[in-house]
């Protein structure tokens, strides 16, 4: 499986748009893409959904899947611990030549992250990165989740941004290893724009943040 639909965006970063794709094709696509990528393969974006499944990290803990309600579990090669996909839940997979962009893991983190951060505040939802924790928050709610893998200076996996979705799942699991943790979405704030809208917007802020052009939480404070 390869998602369809590729365009070019505003940057080399192509961008593609698939409805609801099956978690471990999708994987493979991303495995099979790094694999057999070159020095000027360009880097791309797959913006989907995932029908209901659990994704264990390579060092997630049992533990953190509560009970089985049913739903797959699928232990992937990403980092972290435990979270859930599901349709109301956008999906993004970057697949980025971080020696090409010169950007070291931490760095990746922080402008995954700002991305998200910068799309909420469009809507005037204040939200934050954690250091101890990655991902994105409001009010100590998470509403993004972030893993990726490494290998051979690239990266695959990505970002989960919850929209409209089911939440119920998250309370048969620790989300991302914590107990307790609370999660929310964009729904829940009052945002009324749909996925596809999301998903434009979205991809357009990761361009924005991997080209170094962020337009960042407090310039657009102080613009407005």
């Known amino acids: 499986?390869?998602?369809?639909?590729?365009?070019?965006?505003?940057?080399?970063?192509?961008?593609?748009?698939?409805?609801?794709?099956?978690?471990?094709?999708?994987?493979?696509?991303?495995?099979d893409f790094t694999g057999s990528r070159t020095k000027n393969t360009p880097d791309e974006i797959w913006l989907?959904?995932?029908p209901p499944v659990y994704t264990q990290g390579v060092a997630g803990k049992p533990e953190h899947l509560l009970h089985n309600d049913?739903?797959?579990?699928?232990?992937?090669?990403?980092?972290g611990q435990?979270?859930?996909?599901?349709?109301?839940?956008?999906?993004?997979y970057l697949l980025l030549d971080m020696r090409r962009l010169k950007l070291g893991v931490r760095?990746?983190?922080?402008?995954?992250?700002?991305?998200?951060?910068?799309?909420?505040?469009?809507?005037?939802?204040d939200a934050a990165g954690r250091t101890d924790a990655p991902g994105v928050y409001v009010d100590d709610a998470k509403i993004a989740a972030l893993g990726l893998?490494?290998?051979?200076?690239?990266?695959?996996?990505?970002?989960?941004?919850?929209?409209?979705?089911?939440?119920?799942?998250?309370?048969?699991?620790?989300?991302?290893?914590?107990?307790?943790?609370?999660?929310?979405?964009?729904?829940d704030l009052g945002v009324t724009d749909g996925l596809e809208t999301l998903c434009r917007k979205l991809a357009e802020k990761l361009q924005?943040?991997?080209?170094?052009?962020?337009?960042?939480?407090?310039q657009a404070q102080a613009d407005a």
Request: net charge positive.
């Open 1 to 31: 499986m390869h998602p369809p639909r590729l365009e070019p965006g505003s940057s080399n970063i192509k961008i593609s748009y698939a409805g609801l794709t099956d978690y471990l094709s999708t994987w493979q696509a991303m495995k």
């Open 48 to 50: 989907l959904q995932h």
């Open 70 to 79: 049913g739903i797959l579990v699928i232990r992937t090669d990403r980092g």
């Open 82 to 92: 435990i979270t859930y996909h599901g349709p109301g839940q956008i999906v993004a």
């Open 107 to 125: 760095e990746l983190v922080r402008k995954i992250e700002g991305a998200v951060i910068d799309l909420l505040w469009d809507y005037r939802i």
């Open 149 to 187: 893998k490494i290998k051979n200076g690239c990266c695959y996996h990505g970002l989960s941004l919850n929209v409209d979705m089911d939440l119920v799942p998250f309370a048969a699991i620790n989300p991302c290893g914590y107990s307790g943790l609370r999660v929310t979405q964009t729904r």
């Open 208 to 218: 924005a943040r991997l080209a170094g052009m962020e337009n960042s939480i407090f």
